[in-house]
Structure formats: structure tokens, C-alpha cells
């Protein structure tokens, strides 16, 4: 059974799940994607090898996704990323591995700048990244919306984006989009003081691995692997996708 913290004050309270498993090294931290779980196979795996080494694991869902409280459509990278601070505060006691996929590659980022000055004691070691959806609000998204859905997210406050997965339609909303240009980070280097892996698919339809390398560009001051997966898509949930997973983060353990 998960474990619940409580984030936010008031009507912003909402209640987060959690699942730890004690362990030595330095503990990995999973940063799921958007519309993932906890439980996702990316993340199952992680935990298969954090109990076969002994290796400590924490693994949580954001509001709105999986075990956690909250709507879908009220999430926004500002909560989401307050969400993971409150995680690693509350349950990392060690400098950690960040493990963040599409989304949770962004918000790793945003956290692993969070942290630097006020919190060195939790900065983390390293970061692996898988199909790191970095600024994806803006140039995944609302870069490439044509007009009309444009005017749909600014008007009506919300588009429903059809999924290429088969599991229907979930909305964009325009709190989405906003308030992910508080928290940009294309434009400026991007600073971790940790190795960085990426793991990057060249057939991901929705992250390109174009993106993957301006990532790259960003990066100037940090030991930076990147591996390029010919035929990964975007998921990288294959049994081989899994294995350089696992290798990348055994990497900088």
C-alpha cells in the first residue's frame, strides 16, 4: 500500500501516494510522464531491480495521476513540480538518482535546480532521462497547434487532445499552457552538477530526438550522455529499451 503526503494549504491541499522501498546507495527517485503512473512498466522495472540489488527506490504519482488525489485538467507544471519537492523532502534522507520520464525529465530538471542552493544535501548525483520532455508545454504543444486550437485553449479555457494510445481524449488547458511558461528552460544553460544520461527513441511521434540534442546543447557544464535508440518509440517499454534503462542508472550508481 502506498504511503500519503499531504501538499498544497486549504482548497490547494491534495493528498499524493507514495511507494518506498528501503535499500542502500544513493536512492532513486522515479519521476513519471504525463497521463503515467507509478506503476507503469518503466517504473515496475526500477522496482524489480531495486529489490534484486537491495537498492533504495521511490516512486510517487503526481495529483491527478494513478493512486493521487486531484483532477487531471487542475494539474500545471507548478504543482506538479511543488509535488516531487515535497517527495524528496519528506522522504529522501541522501543525495539521489533522479529518474524522470517525458514529463518527469522536465520536472527532474526544474527540481534539480530547486535544490542546488537551499538543499545541497539532497541535490542529486546524477540524472537519467528518458525522452525528456523538456519546455513541452511550449514547443511540443503550443507551437504546433494550428490556429483553431489555439483559439479553443484560450477561449473555452481547454482542448481535448486526441491520444495516439488508444485511451480517448485529455484536455490541455489553457492553466496548462500558461503556467508553463513560468518554468522555460531552453534560452539559458541548464546547470545539474551531476552526470546526465538520456535515453531517446528516434521514433518518439512525440517527443523528436531533435529535442533530446537542443537538450544536449543546454547542458554545457555537465558530463552528458545521450543514447540514441533507432527504432525506440516513445515509450521505450521494450525488454532491450528496459535493459539500457537500468544500465544507465547502474551507471552513475
Known amino acids: ?23 542502500k546507495g544513493p536512492p532513486v527517485v522515479w519521476f513519471g510522464g504525463f497521463r503515467s503512473d507509478m506503476r507503469g512498466t518503466k517504473a515496475g522495472t526500477l522496482d524489480a531491480w531495486a529489490e534484486r540489488t537491495g537498492r533504495a ?23 506538479w513540480l511543488e509535488e516531487a519537492l515535497a517527495v524528496l523532502t519528506m522522504q529522501v534522507r541522501e543525495n539521489p538518482i ?25 541535490a542529486p548525483v546524477g540524472l537519467v532521462l528518458i525522452a525528456p520532455a523538456v519546455d513541452f508545454t511550449e514547443t511540443l ?50 546547470r545539474t552538477g551531476c552526470p546526465v544520461h538520456i535515453l531517446q527513441g528516434m521514433d518518439d511521434p512525440d517527443v523528436p530526438w531533435q529535442h533530446a540534442l537542443r537538450l544536449v546543447e543546454h547542458l554545457p557544464g555537465d ?20 535493459d539500457k534503462l537500468i544500465a544507465a542508472v547502474e551507471s552513475i550508481a
Open 141 to 190: 504543444m503550443w507551437d504546433r497547434f494550428p490556429d483553431d486550437v489555439r483559439r479553443a485553449v484560450l477561449e473555452t479555457g481547454a482542448y481535448h487532445h486526441p491520444s495516439p494510445y488508444g485511451d480517448g481524449s485529455y484536455p490541455i488547458t489553457r492553466d496548462l499552457i500558461e503556467d508553463g511558461r513560468l518554468h522555460l528552460l531552453f534560452g539559458s544553460s541548464i
Open 57 to 79: 527506490l521511490v516512486r510517487f504519482d503526481y495529483s491527478g495521476h494513478g493512486e493521487s488525489e486531484g483532477a487531471f485538467e487542475d494539474g500545471t507544471l507548478s504543482r
Open 223 to 242: 558530463n552528458v550522455s545521450l543514447t540514441l535508440i533507432k527504432d525506440g518509440d516513445h515509450r521505450l517499454s521494450r525488454p532491450e529499451d528496459l
Open 98 to 122: 533522479l529518474v524522470g520520464s517525458s514529463l518527469g525529465g522536465w520536472v527532474a530538471l526544474l527540481a534539480t535546480r530547486a535544490l542546488a542552493a537551499p538543499r545541497p544535501d539532497l
Open 1 to 23: 500500500m502506498p504511503q500519503v503526503i499531504t501538499v498544497g494549504q486549504g482548497s490547494r491541499a491534495r493528498r499524493i501516494a507514495i511507494l518506498v522501498r528501503a535499500g
